[in-house]
């Protein structure tokens, strides 16, 4: 079989192709990782535009912490959807301590903080269920726990523990 200039050239091509296909993939990582990266950087958006725009403008304004999300979404200045998970669209938990100015964000993140892409250092996570711990009007000293997924409808999400 003899190849002609144009068949050789349309192979040479088409090798160039998959090649930055894969250089592509290789660089940037597959689709579905990169998405799940994405999403959990919004989530670490919200979490930390629920802090500083709605839990401690709140606290500011009534000298105590919200009981809840909604109630905490009548005070303060914040654009976009940060109430709620990106891609489940369910609420972010949120568990005050009565009587003190701490308080718990929790999250459930697809996969582990990538320090390439780290936006928020205090905010390191693991992949799942994670919760922060928050002090109003402090930014710097939030640790993470893991807590683990417990079945809807068996038992109640524990509160965030008292420091």
């Given amino acids: 079989m003899k190849f002609t200039p144009h068949t050789i050239f349309a192979i040479g091509v088409s090798a160039l192709i998959v090649a930055a296909a894969v250089t592509g993939i290789f660089i940037v990582g597959a689709p ?3 998405r799940q990266y ?17 839990i401690d403008p709140y606290y500011a304004s ?8 909604e109630e ?15 891609e489940t669209q ?5 568990h005050p301590t009565v009587g003190t100015q701490q308080y718990a964000l929790c999250a459930v993140f697809d ?3 990538n320090p390439k892409r780290q936006m928020n ?7 799942g269920r994670t919760c922060f711990d928050f002090t109003v009007g402090i930014d710097n000293h939030v640790k993470e726990k893991q807590i683990p997924v417990v079945p809807a409808n068996t038992e109640a999400i524990p509160s965030a523990p008292k420091q």
């Fill in 32 to 34: 579905k990782t990169e």
């Fill in 38 to 54: 994405r999403l959990d950087e919004q989530r670490v958006s919200d979490l930390e535009a629920l802090r500083s725009s709605v």
């Fill in 62 to 69: 009534h000298k105590t912490l919200p009981a809840t999300l």
């Fill in 72 to 86: 905490a979404g009548s005070v303060g200045q914040y654009s976009g959807n940060i109430f709620n998970d990106p």
């Fill in 90 to 94: 369910q609420m972010y938990e949120y």
């Fill in 111 to 113: 996969l582990p903080t």
């Fill in 121 to 127: 250092p205090t905010l390191n996570h693991s992949a």
